[in-house]
Structure formats: C-alpha cells, structure tokens
C-alpha cells in the first residue's frame, strides 16, 4: 500500500510498504481523510520532529475513518465503525509526528487501541472528510482553554490558518462576540468572517488601530494601548510576539500555539511593566471529544479549500506550502 514518508530534510515521497500486522490489541482503520499540518512542513524541512532519524518518518496526524479490522481484546469499537484517529502523545505513542505509523496511507495501524482513547465514533451525519477536522480543531481549542477567557471579554487571534480558524470557531461556539483576526491573506480572512469574526489585512490596515476601534483602550506609562484581554499567536510569525507584548494592554494575556523554532527576541522590561501573562499551547483538550462534538453542532466544511488523492500528495503539498492562501488541505484516500 502507499504511505507518505519523510526520507531526510525537504526529501518526501509516497512510498509502497507492507500492509498493516496487527495483533489482538490492536485495530486497522481504513482512512478516509487525513488533513496535511503546518507541522507537517516543519518535519519534511528538517527531515524529521527533530531531524533525521535512522527510519523514514511516516506522516499524517489528521485522520478519519472506517474501523477495517479489530484485535480479540479491543471492545470499544467494531468493524464498520466511523472514527477519528487521537494522533496519540508520549503515553499513548504517536501517530504521523514521529511514531511508526501515519495517517497517510489506506490502511493505518492503530496499535493498543483496547487501551481505549485512541478511536473515537463520528456521528452518522458528519461527513468524515470534516470529521479529519476535529485533531487541528482541538489544537485551536486548547489555545482557547489556555487563554482561560472570561465572558466578554475581548479576543485578537493572530494568523488564520486552521489552527486560528480552529481557535475562532471555538471562541464562536462559547459565546464569545468580540473576536478580531488577523492575517495576510484575503482568503483565510474571508474564512475567518465566515466564522464570526472582525477581520483585518495584516499589512494593508492598521491592525492596532482597528484593535483598538473594536475593543476600546486602556492607559498605560506610555500611552493608551488597545483594551484586547487575549491574543492568540497562531501565525508562527516572530515579529507578532514582540508587537503584542510592545502594544498590548496592561495584564493582557497570550497564548502561543503557533511553532516557532528559532528564539524569539521579546522586553521583559515591558512583560514586567505590563505584567503581562505568555503562555504555550500544545496539543489538545483532556476530552479530545469535545472537538468531534463542535463539529457536528457547528459546520466547518468550508475551511476545507483543497482536496487532493494521495497519489497527488505532492501537489497537495505545493498549495499549502508555496502560498499559505488556502484553508485546509485535506487528502482524500477512501470513500
């Protein structure tokens, strides 16, 4: 069967490997969709999470799917059951971010699925192309939860690729009516319109002025700064980090979802003045469910912009990688 791998920095390739040999712990799903991740283009970069390894690193960590065969001892799921995939963490072991399976591929092993959290039913309405959805929506959900923000309280999300798309439709879903975006492209600020929020070119206005029109001001030592409680960093852009620090308000808060590899130069003389709050955000909720359960009460089918079948992997990987104007790029594998 065909699995995408990372052979080395910037070398991916759809190869042929075996088919799946599990045991009586384990469970086969037959994928659907699996979504490609920002991530995903930081590992073909660096020829893996953290760079070469001595195996090709398998990708994909968005799926859903079709239960395709089960161990003896697996008793939360049958065959024929819709699923998404938990992409799993240390304890669990990881799917498609440095384990040996990934989600790119027909047929992807689910190893100690009897352990239970790792398969999780779709509803019956809920296309599971949009099901794949549910891993980027729980990364934006849990910058949500990190930000820990308060009823009326007020929201600029930062970078509107899925993950802040993700992280606006969830602040939507809670309540939350006064949520700007921000980002370069028209394309994913219509998306973020669409989810119901205020949107802004990150070049072509004055964000910080808009910010500050939309959420009001606040005093500081130097100056009134825009009164927005909570930033969301899902741009992977540095130079956001230092301007929200710089032209936040007073007790402002942040949360960082987006990757950033390389240092990043902030004023601890302003993080210290305005007593401002950073935090990381890294992975997902405690309940992976509650992104299954947003899906199926909200309809996020137009963030998915681009479909492609694996054996076009590549050219998937183009759209997303040569222009960043898209939604999510998703890769079709089984009906």
Request: hydrophobic share 45%; net charge negative; proline share 6%.
């Amino acid at each position: 069967m065909l699995q995408v791998r990372v052979h080395g920095p910037g070398d991916v390739r759809v190869d042929e490997v075996a088919t799946p040999d599990p045991g009586s712990r384990d469970a086969v799903v037959r994928v659907a969709a699996c979504g490609i991740c920002g991530s995903d283009l930081s590992y073909i970069k660096r020829g893996g999470v953290f760079g070469p390894g001595r195996d090709p690193m398998c990708l994909g960590h968005e799926m859903a799917g079709v239960v395709d065969w089960v161990g003896a001892d697996v008793a939360t799921v049958g065959v024929g059951d819709r699923v998404v995939v938990h992409p799993g963490n240390d304890e669990l072991g990881r799917i498609g971010s440095g384990g040996v399976e990934g989600g790119l591929t027909p047929l992807l092993l689910v190893r100690e699925a009897a352990r239970g959290g790792r398969l999780f039913p779709v509803p019956h309405d809920l296309p599971l192309e949009v099901a794949a959805l549910a891993e980027p929506l729980a990364v934006g959900m849990h910058a949500v939860d990190q930000a820990q923000v308060e009823p009326g309280e007020s929201v600029a999300v930062f970078g509107c690729g899925p993950i802040g798309l993700a992280a606006i439709a969830t602040l939507v879903d809670r309540g939350h009516e006064n949520v700007v975006a921000v980002d370069m492209s028209r394309t994913r600020l219509e998306l973020a319109r669409g989810l119901g929020a205020h949107a802004f070119h990150a070049t072509e206005d004055d964000v910080w002025s808009e910010l500050a029109r939309a959420h009001g001001t606040k005093p500081s030592l130097l100056g009134p700064t825009p009164a927005t409680n909570v930033f969301i960093e899902a741009s992977g852009a540095p130079a956001v980090i230092k301007d929200v620090l710089d032209r936040g308000p007073v007790g402002g808060r942040m949360v960082v979802v987006a990757l950033h590899y390389g240092a990043v130069p902030i004023s601890f003389i302003m993080l210290l003045m305005k007593e401002f709050t950073i935090r990381g955000a890294m992975e997902y909720p405690s309940r992976f469910e509650n992104a299954i359960e947003l899906l199926a009460r909200q309809d996020l089918s137009r963030v998915i912009t681009h479909r492609f079948p694996l054996d076009q992997f590549d050219t998937a990987l183009a759209v997303l990688d040569d222009s960043k104007d898209c939604g999510k790029v998703l890769v079709t594998i089984d009906g």
